[in-house]
């Protein structure tokens, strides 16, 4: 079985999520389901319904 969860590496505000915390991340992962396999990156673009507010995540 395979499934694909992205990850984004800035929040809403701009701000850059530092590695370690990522790195969390991908421990959980690696304890939920035995592994994980990090792949990207990936660009998308996505815009809040509650306020209409776009935002282009990589």
């Known amino acids: 079985m395979k499934f694909t969860t992205l990850i984004p590496t800035y929040r809403n505000n701009g701000e850059h999520i530092e590695k370690v915390e ?5 421990k959980r992962f690696q304890a939920a389901f035995g592994g994980c396999s990090i792949d990207g990156p990936v660009r998308g673009h996505w815009v809040d319904p509650t306020n209409g507010t776009q935002y282009d995540d990589e």
Do not use: K
Request: glycine content about 0%.
């Open 22 to 26: 990522l790195e969390t991340i991908f």
